[in-house]
């Protein structure tokens, strides 16, 4: 048997199902996108975007890292936010992040984890830059928790900030970019309320930080 079998299996189950239901669903999806949504989401298995926001295929699109961190020097996600502002036209970008991330958690607690280490910087970043507010909360796992709050907001900050999402306002797009966070604990987003758009966004990062 195959080590990929259980896999094809459960896709064929569940494509059978949708077909079920709507006949000419994945025909009509093949021919184009039109998602109102970007996410920007952590890499961790246990926070599918799809089922946790409760939509389906071509809903949403999707960029997935270590952290949902939108650094000014990958290229990777600085393409992903331009296809889906200019491209796909998405109304709503979603920063999600969630707690219990390792990313986080190994940012500041000295675990070392190799070639990511370099990549963890920008979290410890955010560490610095809110060092007194974190270095009040005495219990280590609230404050892991503030900190995976701040990294979201930090990274809405990051895309409010790169070229392409400032000149989608400058001519006039609709476009929000917001900050959720999941408890894995829970099931649940939790909204931090930073959404910003071409209005208020200079107000709402001047305001979370």
């Not at 896999?7 to 494509?15: R, S």
């Amino acid at each position: 048997m195959s080590e990929l079998d259980q896999i094809l299996k459960n896709n064929e189950k569940w494509a059978n199902s949708i077909q079920e239901k709507n006949p000419t669903f994945f025909s009509e999806l093949a021919k184009a996108q039109s998602p109102e949504y970007l996410c920007i989401g952590c890499s961790d298995s246990r926070a599918p975007v799809e089922q946790i926001m409760g939509l389906q295929p071509g809903d949403i699109f999707v960029h997935r890292n270590v952290g949902n961190q939108v650094v000014p020097s990958d290229l990777n996600t600085l393409s992903v936010i331009q296809f889906a502002v200019e491209a796909l036209k998405v109304k709503h970008i979603i920063v999600k992040g969630h707690y219990e991330c390792g990313g986080v958690k190994a940012s500041v607690d000295g675990t070392k984890m190799g070639m990511m280490d370099n990549w963890l910087r920008h979290i410890r970043a955010v560490y610095v830059k809110h060092e007194q507010e974190l270095d009040n909360i005495t219990d280590m796992h609230k404050r892991y928790d503030r900190l995976c709050e701040l990294n979201v907001i930090e990274q809405v900050a990051n895309v409010c900030n790169t070229s392409v999402v400032r000149q989608a306002w400058a001519a006039g797009q609709e476009l929000s970019v917001h900050g959720l966070i999941y408890s894995l604990k829970e099931g649940r987003l939790h909204n931090l309320h930073v959404t910003a758009n071409e209005k208020t966004a200079d107000l709402k990062i001047k305001l979370a930080f």
